[in-house]
Every structure is written in structure tokens, then in C-alpha cells.
């Protein structure tokens, strides 16, 4: 079993940066992925990006490319999203999730409860 706990969301305006976090627990050394999705109000959950156990390879939904940045410390147990140039269509809640597979659908096993992202313009 593995737990996972977003955190850093918060308000911020457009073209300012946040950085979340996700600790993870539990069997998350077992993971080969984790990634970040989100969701905006009324629409589907959405794929941001994803980390390789190692850190070694990453990939992102276009939206994102050169503004967001996916790290990973092991020895913390924690994935990082860093977010700059913030744009209010990237307000969403964003959550943390973990697999066996380095996948953009969302065939992830563990997930976390989600933190709230607020762009204003």
C-alpha cells in the first residue's frame, strides 16, 4: 500500500510560481512512476506529467512544457512540481499519483487526495 500527500497549493496571480509537493509512504520505493494530474471545475481530470523512479526521464502534456518541472527526492520519499508562469487556465486541484508503469493515461495505482491550485489573472 502506498499513501500519498499533496501540498502547496494555494492563490497565486498569473505568471507567479508555486511548488507542490507529494510525500509518499508506504511501498512508494516500489513505484517506477509518479506523476502529476489535475482537474479543472467541470472538466476531466487531465495528465501534467511524470517522473521515472531514477528522476531519468520525465514527460509533459504540451500545456505545460518549459513552465512546469517534475523532481523527485527518493531519499525523502517526496515528488516535486515546480510551477512558473502561472496561467489562470492552470488553475485546477493537482493531484500526486503512483505506478508501476512511466504512462500519461491515467493507469496509476495510488493517488492522493489533491491540493488546489488558484491562478488569478
Known amino acids: 500500500q502506498v499513501q500519498l500527500v499533496e501540498s502547496g497549493g494555494g492563490l497565486v496571480q498569473a505568471g507567479g510560481s508555486l511548488r507542490l509537493s507529494c510525500a509518499a509512504s508506504g511501498r512508494a520505493s516500489s513505484m517506477n512512476a509518479m506523476a502529476w494530474f489535475r482537474q479543472a471545475p467541470g472538466k476531466e481530470r487531465e495528465f501534467v506529467g511524470t517522473i521515472s523512479r531514477t528522476g531519468a526521464f520525465t514527460h509533459y502534456t504540451d500545456s505545460v512544457k518549459g513552465r512546469f518541472t517534475i523532481s523527485r527526492d527518493n531519499a525523502k520519499n517526496t515528488v516535486y512540481l515546480q510551477m512558473n508562469s502561472l496561467k489562470p487556465e492552470d488553475t485546477a486541484v493537482y493531484y500526486c499519483?503512483?505506478?508501476?508503469?512511466?504512462?500519461?493515461?491515467?493507469?496509476?495505482?495510488?493517488w492522493g487526495q489533491g491540493t488546489q491550485v488558484t491562478v488569478s489573472s
Open positions: 499519483a503512483a505506478g508501476w508503469l512511466f504512462t500519461q493515461t491515467d493507469e496509476y495505482a495510488y
